[in-house]
């Protein structure tokens, strides 16, 4: 028998597709993506939850370097952050800028460092561009790739 570690809902408790959005505003799936989780099999899970963590942590790279992973995880668990030790790093970043953006004072701290372009940018501004380049990617798979596959079937 295969054993394997089971995916975890991405679900971040602000969900926007009750409300008609086709993409969820908080964890970024689609909205049958949303309504059909508990169905779905491992495999069908691991493929959304992987699809996420490279939009996650393409725009978390577009902002933001690491520089030393250890340190990042060494903070990340002592301030008892909320993250998936499974994901890429990068994406353990943005957890943490979501937890405690505004308290952050000095990136080096954690490991970390904004990137030429975004240096003097306050970490709750970073935080925003972040979730909201996140949000545009899954917006613009959707309308690429899944609703022209629903059209079809229409």
Known sequence: ??????????????????????????????AHEVIDWNAYTHEQRLIIA?????????VVQNMIEIVDENILLQQIKHQQILFKEEQNPYCWVFDLLRSGASQITDLKAYGLRLLPKWRGTPLTEIRD???????????????????PHFTEQS
Do not use: H
Request: net charge positive; hydrophobic share 30%; proline share 3%.
């Open 1 to 30: 028998m295969l054993l394997y570690k089971p995916v975890r809902t991405p679900c971040v408790g602000i969900c926007s597709t009750g409300i008609g959005d086709s993409v969820c505003r908080g964890c970024k799936r689609f």
């Open 129 to 147: 561009n972040i979730d909201r380049d996140f949000y545009a990617l899954s917006c613009a798979y959707y309308e690429r790739y899944i609703i």
């Open 50 to 58: 992987q699809r996420l963590e490279g939009y996650l942590s393409q």
